[in-house]
């Protein structure tokens, strides 16, 4: 599967999770649906942490160490490290 726009692959997963809640749907045509959830997944979380990246070098003061600090509302409880300033 080619990788699609932030926005297009949330949309995409979006609409397979709610195929998935509304229909019976095959066993075999679930699996198809999760898998592709599953990448699409993925694939949404390394633009977001690429787009983080991004941020901290831009907040980075020329010639120092960046300041840096989690995301507003960012769940860190799912074994994320908490980026501290320094």
Not at 13 to 41: D, F, I, T
Not at 50 to 77: C, H, M, Q, V, Y
């Amino acid at each position: 599967m080619a990788e699609l726009k932030f926005d297009q692959a949330l949309k995409r997963l979006e609409k397979l999770v709610e195929e998935m809640e509304k229909q019976e749907v095959p066993l075999e045509e679930s699996l198809r649906k999760y898998e592709e959830g599953v990448n699409l997944a993925r694939q949404c979380l390394e633009k977001l942490a690429r787009a983080e990246k991004k941020i901290e070098i831009l907040k980075k003061p020329s010639g120092e160490n960046p300041e840096t600090e989690p995301f507003p509302g960012a769940d860190l409880s799912d074994g994320g490290e908490e980026i501290s300033r320094d």
